[in-house]
């Protein structure tokens, strides 16, 4: 290459020519200078090492590093009380038909009751649909979807958890695309994976529990009954346009729901903080559109993960322990939203991975706390089982991260070393659900048996969205199967 | 009061009552629960304390407390080259004609070229408007809105600085709203101050410097000149649709731009991040709309207001220097986009407040390395200058908040009394000015003598929009008028 002979008269030329000539043969912001993963790396790399170093980058566009990253996220409101305030924000974007979408049990809650008298006072006309399913399936959201499109609503209103949120997302996408196909937007390779190039309608989210973050992000989970996996949509433009964090409506929880849904928030903020670099992600967009939410962490969604992960190692034992700690349950509700933009635009990986598996497979288990009249692994805890395996497996990939987290948990990482990054996160971890209380120590308190590993594994192989993302795992699929076993195996117990 | 009387049942629903009981009328996420300011109370009062504090609290609306805040920012594209993708997100939101908002040297740089390259690609139609003036006068907008409605654009493209960024803001407006008077939605008390309620086209704006981070607010900022007053319009449904921050852009800039633009990122973080909280603003609105985006400092606002904080001390000196060092650059692009998002949802307050009228009242000082043909103190030596003066000012109303940033300066704040945390920060600030280079050591080294005090005072009285946020000062005016006096006498030599 001549690109070093190239030297322009002034430093700024020079410096520019440069990097325009490189920028599209290697990752220009690469590892060694801006990462944050890489920071033991104190000198500068003079250009021209720049150019050096990454004169090996292939240039077939699916095998190059991503040079970019986009941070979207809902605007956020929060307060307590603030659900009052949704008919005035209805009535201010000029919206004339509401579709309210809740469940049966939030239905009869007040926050209901807040968005409900907040529209009448507006005179806004609004239909309630509240039969979505919690985990919702392919089936609910059509049922769903069959509500939304003959009412045709100007705007939706989500008020509950994450899956009456991220049911309401589907319900405004295929409002917007009446004619499409219901698999055209569902991630690849299950579904078509297409791009939402229209805006969708409004939507406002009011979140009841302070969990799945939903209110920020563009993403609707659900499961896909025919191909056996859960799966979802996840785009930008499926974002709601304002997130009510209303921490009066998160006070209804039980506390075994603060639990759960807080250790969701816990798993959202470790993996989006450990996720793959977003410039070690390929392949490279050739247009923006097609640039993941699911991007890898950023320096953006750096500050949000590690913001949440702080804020729930402090208020989450809280929160569970008393009932009237109010500024718990606030703080609470504040990280589930700030792992949202964390996790909204840098993705999860393992823990989440495996969640989906556990949870549908599961051998019986019913959690304390659940008054419901099935088995039931709630989501928050079929994420956190696996987590002291998943970040001692995965710390190699960046101990200074790991080490990071691990600080986090109010570990003195003064004396440790890198290489120990993983067992001292492990050990925090497994200590923080221990103090929690009422959490299974392993995948064996669940009811699983070493026999049912295989099938786990084999459960887990779908989720390729968030498996990309995982730092550390073998791309071969044997090898990433037998790190998937070995990482189950060591979950049976902590 | 019978609150305390009305205990129901159970620990929830009591808890419940109470804070629907009392929630309107006292602020419900009161300083001594949530506010980080007063992260000395580490005992969670009961929920009958939190009733019983603030049984004193006024029940007129104009003199309550507000009680929520709202974050809201443009999405954000960050990476070296990502300029050349703008093309294709205009191709992908089907914009058909655009109109590029530009200033005549930015329309010479290669940013400018990389985006009419884009555009061309995509055979989108499009005009450049290449006559921002560099701050604008209302003289200057309105010329440029008349440029736009005739043209009506679907969506604008801005490719500069600050000044070029704000006027493609206006003409956005002023050409969705093409019937409205120039002044109605101008900030009050000289403008109307109507809240804009019409989504307007979108905006992609490309900073071409790292420091206004006007990329993601909803604030524009310019001269009323028959009030001889710098003001602006502040609304959310102005910010840009995305912010692309291209890294390559900011190569351009002389030293001399990147100092005095860093320091503008410095004041923007450490004003914010000092800024009254948002539950001691008043009043709280009626109506969402009426919630200003300059709300005071707020948990998330803190977040990227810390951040910035940090990466300025950090980069800003690297990139002064040192023209090849495209990482500290790259650093400080983004910092100048989180704090922009920091003070755009929080606001600022005296720096920025007195900034105006300095920049206004030069006596006839020319900044060394700006080429031009007349005075100039360029906009961030013009707040970084009473910076020192005003956080030795501002610290007694949160010493913690000013230790945390004095610790972001290098400080080793563990042996510092809380009462001496404004000489702290105050000597690091100013310890920081000097080892930058290049900058005044107060406004005498502007030229400003004792007799312009009062000048400076009249000229800063009119901000209200931000003096409203100043911690700590007096809010009658002879006070307020006594206490800028002190500030700006202090200023005149560090």
């Not at 290459?1 to 000539?21: D, E, F, G, K, W």
Request: some cysteine; overall charge neutral; proline content about 7%.
């Amino acid at each position: 290459m001549v690109a070093a002979v190239r030297i322009a008269p002034s430093a700024s030329t020079r410096a520019l020519n440069l990097l325009r000539t490189v920028q599209y043969t290697h990752p220009p912001s690469c590892p060694c200078h801006s990462n944050p993963n890489h920071h033991h790396h104190h000198r500068t790399p003079t250009l021209s090492e720049h150019v050096r170093r990454h004169m090996a980058t292939p240039t077939d566009p699916s095998r190059q590093k991503e040079y970019a990253f986009e941070m979207a996220a809902s605007s956020i409101r929060f307060g307590p009380g603030a659900t009052k305030e949704v008919g005035m924000d209805f009535a201010n974007m000029k919206a004339k038909r509401v579709c309210i979408v809740t469940d049966g049990n939030v239905a009869k809650l007040d926050a209901m009751k807040q968005a409900v008298e907040g529209l009448s006072r507006e005179g806004i006309e609004f239909t309630v649909f509240d039969k979505v399913r919690v985990e919702p399936k392919d089936s609910s959201v059509k049922e769903a979807i069959a509500f939304a499109k003959p009412y045709n609503p100007d705007a939706f209103l989500a008020v509950g958890g994450g899956s009456v949120i991220d049911t309401a997302k589907l319900m405004n996408l295929y409002t917007v695309y009446p004619e499409a196909d219901f698999l055209d937007f569902v991630n690849a390779p299950l579904g078509k994976g297409l791009p939402v190039t229209k805006a969708l309608r409004p939507l406002i989210a009011v979140p009841t529990t302070a969990g799945t973050g939903s209110e920020t992000t563009g993403t609707a989970i659900f499961d896909l009954v025919s191909k056996k996996a859960k799966t979802g949509i996840a785009h930008r433009n499926l974002k709601p346009t304002l997130g009510i964090c209303d921490p009066l409506n998160t006070r209804t929880m039980p506390s075994a729901v603060h639990a759960s849904s807080g250790l969701d928030v816990l798993c959202h903020s470790l993996e989006s903080w450990t996720a793959i670099p977003y410039n070690e992600r390929t392949p490279r967009p050739t247009n923006p559109i097609h640039r993941p939410a699911y991007q890898g962490a950023n320096p953006i969604s750096d500050i949000f993960s590690l913001q949440a992960l702080r804020s729930t190692v402090k208020y989450l034992p809280r929160a569970v322990k008393d009932p009237e700690d109010f500024e718990a349950q606030s703080q609470m509700l504040l990280a589930a939203t700030l792992a949202g933009v964390g996790f909204g635009n840098a993705g999860v990986h393992l823990c989440h991975g495996m969640s989906y598996p556990i949870s549908s497979q599961n051998p019986g288990y019913k959690h304390a706390g659940y008054d419901v009249d099935h088995p039931i692994i709630p989501h928050g805890v079929s994420v956190a089982v696996t987590a002291p395996a998943v970040f001692r497996f995965t710390a190699a990939s960046n101990p200074d991260r790991h080490l990071a987290a691990a600080e986090a948990f109010g570990v003195d990482i003064s004396n440790v070393k890198r290489e120990s990054a993983g067992e001292v996160l492990g050990e925090a971890l497994a200590d923080f659900l221990v103090k929690l209380g009422d959490q299974p120590r392993g995948l064996k308190d669940l009811g699983f048996q070493r026999g049912d590993i295989e099938s786990l594994v084999e459960g887990t192989l779908p989720q390729k969205r968030v498996l990309d993302l995982a730092p550390n795992l073998n791309s071969e699929l044997e090898g990433e199967k037998a790190e998937l076993r070995a990482l189950l195996e060591e979950s049976m117990e902590y």
